[in-house]
């Protein structure tokens, strides 16, 4: 059985990887690997971290591409792809532009296809945007969904999806965390914390002296460009000013010259606020695991940081990841400046409330959704075969 695993951005390849890994290692399966390269420098590092080569790699990444842009190049490229690898299976996943697209010219191919993470809703098109409607066409489309929770379940249930085409697998980024926190900690996230006074001795956890509370930041989203991502900058310079040299922030910064331009004029020249590149996956969820608290507008670090026992303060107005808000590892406190200076005072001031956070039980998984994933379309091809 030939399965086509296609993805073009680091969460999906993040995500992807355990699933990868699995088909791998079933001799019944042929698995090849196609990379859009939707984000180019962000995805190799991933593939590299998990020693994932691709068969094919399209490389379509352009500087300040736009959506319709992208869209049409996924069509044009990978179209005689699956003309000529003709693969049983297609797998996506998630809800970037490359999944609506791959699965709407499997569609056109008559070729199943499998999603990975399928159910996440927020019932609002325009949030978060496009990935709204991107898994919404993937949902229509697909042979298999693989939801990773009872709630994204329950949402293709109502959207009229057959329940035998459901199978709840828990979150392949469980997987790739459980494998990546184990890892050792990278000599450049060492030296960054060192470097900001957040950690005096990271190799004996007994001895651990925190001299500064750290703090990770990360806003991209499309729907916070402009004034609300201003209205974020402008509540964590009023953190940085009220805790003074007890706080240190670090934000990784997306290259989109809309997150750039903003960021680095507001918040450059402020001392307790450290902007940096984009990080590799590797350092990151490392530096995640050192700090006290999260704000984020990502999908996956809702998912990610709770695994770690952080907090997580998501800063949008709806999250299509409800359960971490359930079980209270997650806040949703939107853009609004006043709101994200409180919610953030009152889990740094209040240990209780930090507590609460940090130790509730992560909802996405077990780490074994790759295992799943791959018995279920095993499943799906025993029933059709003759007896």
């Known amino acids: 059985m030939r399965i086509l695993s296609i993805f073009g951005t680091r969460p999906e390849a993040v995500k992807m990887a355990p699933v990868?890994?699995?088909?791998?290692?079933?001799?019944?399966?042929?698995?090849?690997?196609?990379?859009?390269?939707?984000?180019?420098e962000m995805l190799d590092q991933v593939l590299e971290l998990f020693q994932i080569t691709p068969d094919i790699d399209l490389n379509l990444m352009q500087p300040n591409q736009s959506l319709a842009e992208l869209t049409a190049a996924v069509f044009q490229h990978l179209?005689?792809?699956?003309n000529k690898l003709q693969p049983d299976w297609v797998l996506v996943q998630g809800d970037t532009t490359t999944v609506m697209a791959a699965s709407l010219l499997s569609y056109y191919h008559k070729i199943r296809v499998g999603h990975v993470e399928a159910g996440l809703r927020t019932k609002d098109k325009w949030q978060p945007f496009p990935e709204e409607i991107n898994r919404r066409i993937a949902s229509v489309i697909a042979d298999l969904h693989f939801a990773?929770?009872?709630?994204?379940?329950?949402?293709?249930?109502?959207?009229?999806?057959?329940?035998?085409?459901?199978?709840?697998?828990?979150?392949?980024?469980?997987?790739?965390?459980?494998?990546?926190?184990?890892?050792?900690?990278?000599a450049e996230t060492t030296e960054l914390l060192r470097s900001l006074g957040v950690e005096d001795d990271l190799h004996n956890s007994d001895s651990r002296v925190k001299s500064r509370r750290l703090i990770v930041l990360t806003a991209h989203r499309?729907?916070?460009?402009?004034?609300?991502?201003?209205?974020?900058?402008?509540?964590?310079?009023?953190?940085?000013?009220?805790?003074?040299?007890?706080?240190?922030?670090?934000?990784?910064?997306?290259?989109?010259?809309?997150?750039?331009?903003?960021?680095?004029?507001?918040?450059?020249?402020?001392?307790n606020i450290t902007l940096l590149p984009p990080m590799d996956y590797l350092p990151l969820i490392h530096l995640i695991k050192h700090a006290v608290l999260v704000?984020?507008?990502?999908?996956?670090?809702?998912?990610?940081a709770p695994g770690l026992g952080v907090p997580v303060l998501v800063?949008?107005?709806?999250?299509?990841?409800p359960e971490g808000v359930e079980a209270g590892t997650v806040r949703l406190v939107g853009t609004d400046q006043n709101r994200i200076v409180s919610e953030t005072r009152h889990l740094l001031d209040n240990p209780e409330a930090h507590a609460k956070m940090a130790t509730a039980i992560n909802p996405y998984g077990?780490?074994?959704?790759?295992?799943?994933?791959?018995?279920?379309?095993?499943?799906?091809?025993?029933?059709?075969?003759?007896?």
């Open 20 to 40: 990868v890994k699995a088909l791998e290692s079933k001799p019944e399966i042929e698995s090849i690997v196609c990379v859009t390269a939707q984000h180019r």
């Open 79 to 82: 179209d005689p792809i699956l």
């Open 148 to 186: 990773p929770t009872e709630w994204s379940h329950q949402n293709l249930l109502d959207e009229g999806i057959p329940d035998q085409n459901i199978i709840v697998t828990g979150n392949p980024v469980i997987d790739a965390l459980n494998d990546i926190s184990k890892r050792p900690i990278p």
């Open 222 to 271: 499309r729907e916070n460009f402009g004034t609300p991502l201003e209205n974020i900058c402008r509540a964590i310079i009023s953190l940085a000013d009220h805790y003074g040299s007890d706080i240190q922030f670090v934000y990784p910064v997306h290259l989109n010259p809309n997150v750039q331009e903003p960021v680095y004029r507001l918040l450059g020249s402020v001392e």
């Open 295 to 304: 704000l984020t507008d990502s999908g996956g670090i809702q998912e990610e």
């Open 315 to 321: 800063l949008r107005a709806v999250t299509e990841r």
């Open 366 to 387: 077990d780490g074994h959704a790759a295992e799943r994933i791959v018995q279920a379309i095993l499943d799906y091809r025993a029933k059709e075969m003759p007896q």
